[in-house]
C-alpha cells in the first residue's frame, strides 16, 4: 500500500468518526429534555411531582396475616391456640415448677469418732490436711452443725438451709503389715473410733 492510500484510508477513518460522535450527542441530548424554538431547554413535565405520605402510611400500618416461622428450620410451627384454649390457658394457669435443690455436699470426711468421760460424743473429720474434731450438736466450717453421730455415719446439717446430709465414716487403708492383725488397724471396728473411751 502506497503513502497516498494510508492517507486516504485515514482521511475516510475520521470522517466516520466524526459522523458517530454527532449522532450520538444528538440522541443524549434528545432524550433528556425538549428543546424550545429557540433553543432554549425545558425539563420534561412530571406527573405529580410531589411525595404520596398518604401511601406511605398506609404501607406502615400493613400488617402481616401469614403463618410466621422460621425460614431457617424445616420443622413447621405449632398450630396457633384456639380461643377454648386461650381461655383455659387464663382459668388455669401453669404454674412453673422449681427445680430441685442440688443434694447437699459436706467438704469434710468422717473417719471416727469417740465418746468422752462425760457421755458426750465427738467426731473426727478430715478436711484437706485440717482435722476438725466436733463434739455432737457443735457447729464447723462456719456452714454446719453435727446433729448426731452414728455407728457408721454423721447427721449434719447446712444452718443457712436447715438440709441434712449423711457423712459416711471412710476407714483409712491398711498400712504395714497385712497380717498385723485388727490391732494394726484402730478403725478396724467402726464403733471405737480414735480416743474412744471405753
Known amino acids: 500500500m502506497t503513502r497516498r492510500s494510508q492517507l486516504y484510508l485515514l482521511a475516510a477513518l475520521a470522517v466516520v468518526l466524526v459522523v458517530v460522535y454527532f449522532m450520538n ?4 441530548s434528545s432524550g433528556s429534555g425538549v428543546l424550545a424554538a429557540d433553543g432554549a431547554f425545558q425539563p420534561l413535565a412530571v406527573h405529580e411531582p410531589q411525595l404520596r405520605l398518604d401511601l406511605l402510611d398506609n404501607l406502615t400500618k400493613l400488617k402481616y396475616s401469614g403463618t410466621h416461622r422460621d425460614i431457617f428450620s424445616a420443622v413447621p410451627p405449632p398450630p396457633e391456640p384456639t380461643a377454648a384454649e386461650i381461655a383455659a390457658r ?36 478430715t478436711n484437706g ?10 457447729t464447723f466450717l462456719s456452714r454446719f452443725r453435727l446433729t448426731h453421730i452414728g455407728v457408721d455415719s454423721a447427721d449434719v446439717m447446712e444452718i443457712s438451709t436447715g438440709r441434712h446430709a449423711i457423712v459416711p465414716m471412710l476407714l483409712p487403708a491398711p498400712t504395714g503389715d497385712a497380717g498385723a492383725g485388727p490391732a494394726a488397724n484402730p478403725m478396724a471396728n467402726p464403733g471405737a473410733g480414735p480416743g474412744t473411751q471405753q
Not at 94 to 117: F, N
Not at 129 to 138: I, K, T
Open 25 to 28: 450527542r444528538n440522541s443524549v
Open 90 to 125: 387464663k382459668l388455669y394457669p401453669t404454674v412453673p415448677v422449681k427445680p430441685p435443690d442440688p443434694p447437699l455436699t459436706i467438704p469434710a470426711q468422717l473417719y471416727g469418732y469417740a465418746t468422752s468421760q462425760s457421755g458426750g460424743h465427738v467426731a473426727f473429720f
Open 129 to 138: 490436711d485440717d482435722v476438725l474434731v466436733v463434739p455432737e450438736g457443735d
